[in-house]
């Protein structure tokens, strides 16, 4: 039993390896993890859903502990990757009710970070009149942020004053998106979408030209210069079919 659980553990491990040398993994926020997240992480349809599941509830897992009691992940996989797990200061404090996150002991008002004006985030220490429209033009190219760690995106804000802001807006709505077809949309489709630049897009065409549709968002990894550690974010916006 003893070696079985070995070579399992090493399986794994293998198996997580050969993800990381396709997609690089990058500090992130374990839970706003997408289906494609998971998958690249080494996750189980079945853990991947245990999380949305808890999610659905608004509840946050603040630790590494937490996230193996809510997933079931095995120790090995906790072991390979919780250190990427990045919990922002905001969520370490489970909010209270929907309108109150509740930091140290301070309470603070919580706004919806989309609908925030530029005057409403001047408000945060560390936000100034030009990243505070920064914010409100990149959330506007967006169509309205999907999830808090767009945020982080935004050209030129810290990640410590991203933190700090996090503690004051959440996401009370997000916006219905209709995602682009990865399999049809032409260059100048593609390019609308905030993460994807001029060149990538010609080689997403170019790919699906020599190589056929692609049958898997996973398959992205494989275009030149894809930014692979934003497609957690990415595939948000995409479909492999109408």
Do not use: C
């Not at 990058?26 to 996750?43: H, Q, R, V």
């Not at 996989?77 to 797990?85: D, E, G, V």
């Not at 997403?204 to 497609?231: A, C, H, M, W």
């Amino acid at each position: 039993m003893v070696a079985r659980d070995s070579q399992e553990r090493v399986d794994s491990l293998k198996q997580l390896s050969f993800k990381k040398d396709s997609v690089k993994l990058f500090p992130f926020n374990p839970n706003f993890i997408t289906d494609y997240k998971g998958y690249t992480l080494g996750m189980s349809v079945e853990e991947i859903n245990k999380l949305h599941t808890f999610r659905a509830s608004d509840q946050f897992v603040n630790s590494s502990e937490e996230f193996q009691k809510v997933t079931k992940i095995s120790d090995s996989l906790l072991q390979a990757i919780s250190p990427y797990f990045k919990f922002p200061e905001w969520i370490k404090k489970k909010p209270q009710n929907n309108s109150i996150i509740s930091h140290s002991t301070k309470k603070y008002k919580v706004a919806d970070l989309n609908t925030a004006t530029a005057e409403d985030l001047k408000k945060i220490s560390g936000i100034g009149e030009k990243l505070s429209d920064r914010i409100v033009k990149f959330r506007d190219r967006l169509g309205g942020f999907l999830v808090t760690e767009q945020l982080f995106d935004v050209y030129g804000l810290e990640a410590d004053v991203a933190d700090r802001t996090l503690k004051h807006f959440k996401l009370l709505s997000t916006p219905e998106i209709k995602k682009t077809n990865i399999n049809t949309a032409p260059v100048n489709q593609l390019v609308k979408l905030v993460y994807i630049r001029y060149a990538v897009a010609q080689e997403i065409v170019r790919y699906r030209e020599q190589n056929g549709s692609f049958s898997s968002l996973n398959e992205l990894i494989n275009i030149k210069d894809f930014p692979t550690e934003k497609i957690d974010r990415i595939v948000l916006y995409l479909s492999i079919k109408d």
